[in-house]
């Protein structure tokens, strides 16, 4: 089944404690992406990556980073979480050309204490 | 950065009426997408709209990408209770953006 995948769905931490989100997909996309997800604001893109090794920021990359080593993953990295980051995550994946058509993960749910 | 303008934030109908919802931006986009999330997934695509003027349907559901390149509405015929969700509308120019959805709710 095709799909994008993220672990894990829910998680609990404290202020400071490095933590990393995985995403992956199994369509031999191009494209991924990392959005937040807050009440009234929407979607927000964190980063985004055309291709392996090719990263870039996006509306909100402050407090995150990412990597893309291989095309299947593209896992986002909090290396010291702070509350203003508790936020519903969302990982998306597309081929190109129809890059701007996105499937999404279904979402992880991210509590900083 | 700014958001798209969608409206309207929530909307009440009972089963078998007709839905509108739009999406504005001061930016010029070169596509439109139409999302729908449920609760506890991820937005799932509904509609691609690529050219300005361009009108779509999939199923009950028809979407159009405005003339100036600015708006998209998208129109939901004859609701039934599964269309209950958060309708999102996505515009793409110098990167993507998201509008803050619609959450339908529809009365049996």
């Known amino acids: 089944e095709a799909q994008v995948t993220q672990n894990p769905r829910y998680l609990i931490t404290v202020t400071g404690k490095k933590l990393t989100v995985t995403c992956s997909q199994n369509?031999?996309?191009?494209?991924m992406s990392w959005y937040r997800q807050d009440p009234g604001l929407g979607l927000r893109q964190i980063y985004y990556?055309?291709?392996?090794?090719?990263?870039d920021k996006g509306d909100v990359p402050e407090g995150y980073k990412v990597s893309r080593k291989e095309k299947r993953n593209f896992p986002l990295i909090l290396e010291s979480p702070s509350p203003n980051q508790t936020s519903l995550y969302f990982c998306?994946?597309?081929?190109?050309?129809?890059?701007?058509?996105?499937?999404f993960g279904p979402g992880t749910r991210l509590l900083v204490l | 950065g700014q958001q798209l303008n969608q409206s309207p934030q929530s909307m009440f109908i009972q089963e078998g009426e007709d839905v509108s919802m739009n999406c504005t931006s001061s930016s010029i986009f070169n596509t439109w997408l139409w999302y729908k999330q449920d609760p506890g997934e991820g937005p799932v695509l509904l509609i691609a709209l690529y050219k300005a003027g361009e009108l779509t349907s999939n199923g009950r559901l028809t979407a159009q990408f405005g003339i100036t390149r600015k708006d998209s509405f998208l129109n939901i015929s004859a609701s039934i209770p599964s269309d209950v969700g958060i309708y999102f509308c996505a515009g793409h120019g110098n990167d993507m953006r998201f509008g803050a959805g619609t959450r339908l709710t529809v009365k049996p």
């Open positions: 998306a994946s597309s081929p190109i050309p129809r890059w701007r058509t996105q499937y």
């Open positions: 990556s055309m291709n392996v090794e090719v990263t």
């Open positions: 369509m031999n996309h191009e494209y």
